[in-house]
């Protein structure tokens, strides 16, 4: 392809790109797929290797592993670039995989769930700086919406594959699998474009404080499940562990709300938390307030996972939504509004399809935001320093979301046995007021 031909290519899906934009899917579809899996089959695992009580920290561990992982990772990838990064990533991903499908113990799955997460932050960070350096900046858009549809469109397939490769192979299979399937998406991205970068700025004591950060996520992580004694303690103690580590792991300056890299932190956290936090009482509310069979409020939460992916991809196609700032903006408005407008699921008289259309608002305003916002932080990075900038902003999510679904769970409690879609409904509408408030940051990025 000549020169000019490969700079007028506007569509990630062709020429040179193609192959990597089809390996980015392949990759992210991987991940979610793996996670919702390992959801779907957990019980049949604390069954066979008699760990019920570990059945939170296997969930909390690699999320854990995770947080170290990008800590650590964005200077090496800046250092090294995203191919190595990426192939140690895959080694430690697939190795940690395969450690938990043939564990015969709890503490060897365990210690298999703490590998494959360690490998899939630093897989996360090369992604994001792959992407960086393989496409041109016009095109990220359009990248990152596919990205979120890897992402999203698990959800419709992964628990239902899972449980079906479980019946008729086993638990072990659903593990066992993964490998196959992670290298062939890496051989797709092999060969992209990434170029290494210079010395980087060394940081003394970040190991330790990422384990601080880790240790505070995983503690969140647990209370949030309300099954260990005095719980609301220990998501206290996760909270100022996570506000501790992360305050010094983050650029400096990365939580006051500043025009740049900041203001990207802080929109991104806003939507991103009001999100989660909203997500986690839907099912609550519609069953126990409306009457819906779990079944039936799955389909809501799948509501909410297909506009998320349409808000990604129609923000990076439609002209007129090409200013990033303003996407983000309105994206922020449309998580505000819309899960507010789910809240009046507790208003008696107001028909189900009205908080239903509401969940989807949202979806659709976060998949026009947190695509965007993926762009812009990528943008505020120095060549060479996409590996630092990606950290922060994963890092950032990991840290804000496990702390706000934290609280939102110790107030819940103390309401769970008396007031349930009460305390549930005050929770959903403070993850609309969080959403709303992103707009304050989000009102600063254009500079």
Same mark, same amino acid.
């Given at each position: ?212 950060? @880790? ?7 647990? @209370? ?224």
């Amino acid at each position: 392809m000549t020169a000019y031909a490969e700079a007028t290519v506007d569509s990630p899906w062709r020429g040179r790109h193609g192959r990597t934009t089809v390996g980015v899917f392949a990759l992210a579809f991987l991940f979610a797929f793996e996670a919702l899996a390992v959801a779907t089959v957990m019980p049949d695992v604390a069954a066979a290797l008699d760990g019920l009580r570990w059945y939170a920290v296997a969930f909390a561990a690699p999320l854990a592993a995770s947080v170290v992982a990008v800590a650590v990772a964005g200077a090496q990838v800046d250092r090294l670039g995203p191919g190595p990064a990426m192939r140690r990533g895959l080694v430690l991903f697939c190795g940690g995989v395969v450690l938990a499908g043939l564990a015969p113990t709890m503490p060897l799955f365990l210690l298999g769930r703490l590998v494959h997460g360690f490998g899939g932050g630093v897989l996360g960070v090369a992604l994001y700086v792959l992407i960086a350096q393989a496409y041109p900046e016009r095109l990220r858009p359009q990248v990152f919406a596919v990205l979120t549809m890897g992402w999203v469109l698990p959800a419709l397939v992964g628990p239902v594959i899972a449980a079906h490769v479980a019946d008729a192979f086993g638990w072990r299979w659903v593990f066992l699998g993964v490998p196959v399937f992670a290298v062939a998406a890496w051989l797709l991205v092999a060969d992209a474009p990434s170029r290494a970068g210079g010395a980087t700025e060394r940081r003394p004591g970040r190991m330790r404080l990422s384990f601080l950060a @880790a240790g505070g996520v995983l503690l969140v992580s647990v @209370a949030g499940q309300r099954a260990v004694p005095a719980w609301p303690l220990v998501a206290i103690v996760g909270v100022v562990a996570i506000g501790l580590g992360g305050a010094r792991l983050l650029p400096p300056g990365a939580w006051s709300l500043r025009p740049g890299l900041p203001a990207v932190l802080g929109a991104r956290a806003g939507v991103g938390t009001a999100f989660a936090a909203a997500e986690i009482y839907i099912p609550l509310l519609l069953t126990l307030d409306r009457g819906l069979t779990l079944t039936e409020a799955g389909w809501v939460l799948t509501v909410g996972a297909l506009t998320w992916s349409s808000g990604a991809v129609l923000s990076a196609r439609w002209r007129r939504l090409a200013d990033p700032p303003g996407r983000v903006r309105l994206g922020a408005a449309l998580v505000a509004v819309g899960i507010g407008t789910f809240a009046t699921v507790a208003v008696p008289g107001v028909p189900l399809a009205v908080p239903i259309v509401g969940w989807g608002m949202a979806g659709f305003g976060i998949g026009m935001a947190f695509s965007t916002l993926s762009v812009l932080a990528l943008a505020t990075a120095a060549p060479g320093e996409e590996g630092r900038a990606s950290s922060a902003l994963q890092l950032n999510d990991y840290l804000t979301n496990s702390a706000g679904v934290a609280l939102g769970s110790v107030v819940f409690a103390g309401f769970a046995d008396t007031a349930p879609v009460a305390a549930a409904t005050g929770l959903v509408v403070a993850a609309a007021v969080v959403g709303a408030l992103a707009l304050v940051p989000a009102s600063r990025l254009r500079a």
